[in-house]
């Protein structure tokens, strides 16, 4: 069975460092692109950037360049999303997902989200 | 960017009512287009994905069509499970986007 399972509920504060994780299981990590989304409390959901485990290829959201970095430990089928100082503007719920191999298509499967709050 | 505009942002119907979503991209993706179904606190789910074709394990009164630049989703006969808000993406190109969302909301 495919699972995301992402890491738990974060409580910051302004300036602080997180990093949240997603786990992949059930199937071969590092075929899949693996994203992030994100969705502000009570707001539409807004796609971040994806990486291709196998290779570490990843792509950026223009509006989220330079604001996190994604990663993945193959050896670990993890992927993560990293913040280095954070505001409290980044306080939304955070999703992972699985793209679908072929071209055009969209995300198969959902973490469960993780609740990110950052607040002084 | 690719812009993704869903139309309507809400609309109100009965179990039972024929209801169409209507997804614009502001220039052409082909076919690649994914619809979404989200509920209050839970992850959105996957519906259709290359515009038309049906995910495994979502209902047959659930279709897409379109291709280029205009899209829809229509559910057939709509069941008190299918109130939720539904997201369109475009996956022709990176960054990947999202419509505003439509909330389907009882009548």
């Known amino acids: 069975e495919v699972q995301l399972v992402q890491s738990g509920a974060e409580v910051k504060k302004p300036g602080e460092s997180l990093k949240i994780s997603c786990k992949g299981s059930?199937?071969?990590?590092?075929?899949?692109?693996i994203g992030w989304v994100r969705q502000m409390p009570g707001k539409g959901l807004e796609w971040m950037g994806i990486?291709?485990?196998?290779?570490?290829?990843?792509r950026y959201s223009p509006s989220f360049q330079g604001q996190v970095t994604i990663s993945a430990d193959k050896s670990i089928t993890t992927a993560y999303l990293q913040w280095i100082s954070l505001k409290a503007s980044d306080t939304a719920m955070y999703y992972c997902?699985?793209?679908?191999?072929?071209?055009?298509?969209?995300?198969?499967?959902w973490g469960q989200g993780t609740l990110v709050t950052v607040s002084s | 960017d690719i812009q993704m505009t869903q139309s309507p942002s809400s609309v109100s119907a009965s179990v039972g009512d024929r209801v169409t979503i209507t997804c614009r991209a502001s220039?052409?993706?082909?076919?690649?287009l994914a619809w979404y179904q989200q509920k209050p606190g839970k992850a959105p789910k996957l519906l259709i994905y290359a515009a038309s074709s049906l995910q495994s394990g979502v209902p047959s009164r659930f279709s897409g069509s379109g291709s280029g630049t205009d899209f829809t989703l229509t559910i057939s006969s709509l069941q008190p499970e299918d109130f939720a808000t539904y997201y369109c993406q475009q996956a022709n190109s990176f960054p990947y986007t999202f419509g505003q969302g439509t909330k389907l909301e009882i009548k």
């Open positions: 059930g199937y071969s990590f590092t075929s899949y692109w």
């Open positions: 220039q052409g993706i082909s076919s690649s």
């Open positions: 990486i291709y485990p196998g290779d570490s290829d990843t």
């Open positions: 997902v699985r793209k679908i191999p072929a071209s055009g298509t969209g995300f198969d499967y």
